[in-house]
């Protein structure tokens, strides 16, 4: 049974930083099972729908964010800890909502979700 578990989100002012953590178990972050996975960060703010922010590749690790955080936002990952990250920088109010982990199989197309971790940013 996969299970992710997002961490790291909380209250901070325009122009601070977070970092969000999902950790993954039920699943070895093994080169070749990894290559058959995309791993995401979505977020949904109050009353619109869920988008996503950024994915990472397992295969060669290909990143692609949404524009709105292009240049702010950098996802990466670390197969050691079977755990992705999101390091968010230059946060603006816009940023708030819940922010979910997404891991998607490529051979069945099956998403996992994570319980998601509330992103406040406000002065």
């Known amino acids: 049974q996969v299970q992710l578990v997002e961490s790291g989100g909380g209250l901070v002012q325009p122009g601070g930083s977070l970092r969000l953590s999902c950790a993954a178990s039920?699943?070895?972050?093994?080169?070749?099972?990894?290559?058959?996975?995309?791993m995401s960060w979505y977020r949904q703010a109050p009353g619109q729908e869920r988008e996503l922010v950024a994915l990472?590749?397992?295969?060669?690790?290909?990143?692609n964010y949404a524009d709105s955080v292009k240049g702010r936002f950098t996802i990466s990952r670390d197969n050691a800890k079977n755990t992705v990250y999101l390091q968010m920088n230059s946060l603006k109010p816009e940023d708030t909502g819940v922010y979910y982990c997404?891991?998607?199989?490529?051979?069945?197309?099956?998403?996992?979700w994570g319980q998601g971790t509330q992103v406040t940013v406000s002065s």
């Open positions: 039920g699943l070895t972050f093994s080169s070749a099972v990894m290559s058959t996975y995309v």
């Open positions: 997404n891991l998607r199989s490529l051979i069945t197309r099956y998403d996992y």
């Open positions: 990472i590749t397992g295969a060669g690790g290909r990143t």
